[in-house]
């Protein structure tokens, strides 16, 4: 588990499945992400998370705001997709109920799982990709103090056909303090 002054990022719980499910379905917090999710979908990736945990000691944690309790999303480390252009990489990710936006959750839930993987886990360097259209996104990285890599940025994203405005994704970059 890992606490902030207003979130608490913690394993999964089955009570998480119907307002993950509820927001997995929203076009438009899915937007970005591939595409709305089944609930069927919704708990293979909350089962996804328990396993990466038990494995690898990093996942995609369920957010809770202290305030209420309430479930706002999800936000943690994962290896990257094996079939991406790039070489592989340890990807922050979230994603946040479309009620949760504007208040900051996603900068402060992906700053404390930074310090997470830099302190706990050792690792030297976390990266995230987006869609280089994606400016609330890459406005959260940059939030983060990550770097651009103009290198390694561009390449298509997957799913995305040609012509596609979402196909070129960029990669941020944030290293060991």
């Known amino acids: 588990m890992i606490e902030t002054e207003r979130l608490i990022l913690r394993q999964w719980r089955e009570e998480d499945l119907e307002p993950f499910a509820a927001m997995s379905r929203d076009e438009e917090v899915m937007r970005w992400l591939g595409g709305v999710l089944t609930r069927e979908r919704a708990r293979a990736y909350m089962e ?3 396993d990466a945990f038990a494995r690898l000691g990093m996942c995609r944690y369920a957010i809770e705001r202290r305030s ?3 479930f706002i999303g999800s ?3 994962m290896p990257s997709f094996e079939d991406l252009p790039v070489p592989p990489f340890i990807d922050v990710g979230w994603r946040l109920s479309r009620q949760a936006w504007g ?9 404390a799982v930074l310090d997470d993987g830099f302190t706990r886990l050792d690792l030297p360097e976390i990266d ?13 990285m940059e939030r983060l103090g990550m770097t651009y890599d103009a290198e390694l940025s561009g390449f298509p994203g997957p799913g995305h056909e040609l012509g596609d405005p979402m196909r070129p994704t960029v990669l941020y970059r944030a290293v060991r303090p």
């Open 128 to 140: 995230a990709i987006t869609a280089a259209v994606n400016l609330r996104s890459r406005a959260v």
């Open 103 to 111: 208040h900051g959750y996603a900068t402060e839930a992906a700053r």
């Open 75 to 77: 936000c943690g480390l």
């Open 48 to 50: 996804r998370a328990h």
């Open 68 to 70: 209420d309790g309430a």
